[in-house]
């Protein structure tokens, strides 16, 4: 017997994407808190064995946080390379508190560190897939952050939530669970006198008026509520209902009971890894297209050829992201690009069988691929 008062979409969840905030692991004085850590693996442990037993992946951030005190850190530094050396320092104790805390059930967990270039390559999109999946199949919890040493200001997601909907869109989950210290989507500053909780958005209308704010009360993590709505859009549009809850209520959340904001899905399900780099990548540079080459790429379907190109912007290697540019400059597609910069302005205008005669046949490729090229529509 199904009991309608609780949600049906956990409940027939057979892979989620749990992602916990620092503000949900950490003390008020900083560092990590094991009682919290113990309470969430608790509710993950619980929610592994209902009877539909789902698998979960779970996005944790806190590195940053982790490694503050230990480094004689009283706060979060402005400048990336001590977050960096943060990150580095916390990821280890993060982890080791996991594996400790996951051991009273017997389980093993897996650490998986992603970066948004790393996945928009299809090789490493690929790799990053089967890992997460192999992991599943024997049993153990993947725990997954970004990649902080090597992300750098331009290419790091920035925050984690939007790193759970492109995990979740990646392992192909039916659910996202969003744990943070607030207990939903608020129509204003929760903080703030007479602004209630919101307990089911059914797409972006629903979110006309509303104050979403960017940073949290907490000062340990990044993007505050905007971060987890657009992390909401990017995985409902992919298909994918997310559940917005305070961490304090994961178990209850994962058992289907109404907590929290539940986000319907708005878009379909699809398993396209170009949702990376719509989402993920920064673009390390422009290139100009003439009319008959925007024609070709955005309703054509076609692959970018050096004869389409009329400019060349920015300084980036074969296989970055770059952004297509349109009349007026308007963005028009992003790919990734098969030359580096240096080389392109020689090829520009010319067909790629005259370039192939006079250069060799490594100059008959594409620009980018069709397959590499997703179109940003508005
Ligand atoms: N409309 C809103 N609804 C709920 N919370 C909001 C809203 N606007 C701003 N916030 C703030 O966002 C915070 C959560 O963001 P953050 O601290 O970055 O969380 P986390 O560390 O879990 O990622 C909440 O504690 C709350 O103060
Ligand atoms: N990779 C960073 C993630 C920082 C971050 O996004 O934090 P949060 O806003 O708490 O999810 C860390 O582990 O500290």
Redesign the pocket.
Known sequence: MTDQTLRQEVLTARRIVVKV???SLTTAAGGLDADRVDALVDALAKARSQPSAPEIVLVS?????AGLAPLGLDRRPPDLARQQAA?SV??GLLVARYTASFARYGVRVGQVLLTAEDASRRAHYRNAYRTLDQLLAMGAMPIV??N?TVATAEIKFG???RLAALVAHLVRADLLVLLSDVDGLYDGDPSKPGTTRIDQVSGPHDLDGIEIGSTGKAG????GMV?KVEAARIATGAGIPVVLTAASQAADALAGRQTGTLFLRTGSRSADRLLWLEHASSPRGALQLDPGAVEAVVSGGKSLLPAGVTRVDGEFSAGDPVDLLGENGHIVARGLVNFDARELPRLLGRSTRELAQELGAAYEREVIHRDDLVILRG
């Open positions: 905030g620092s503000s951030s806190g590195a940053i946080a990150a916390g990821q952050n970004e902080d925050d984690n939530d340990v993590g990044t993007g971060t």
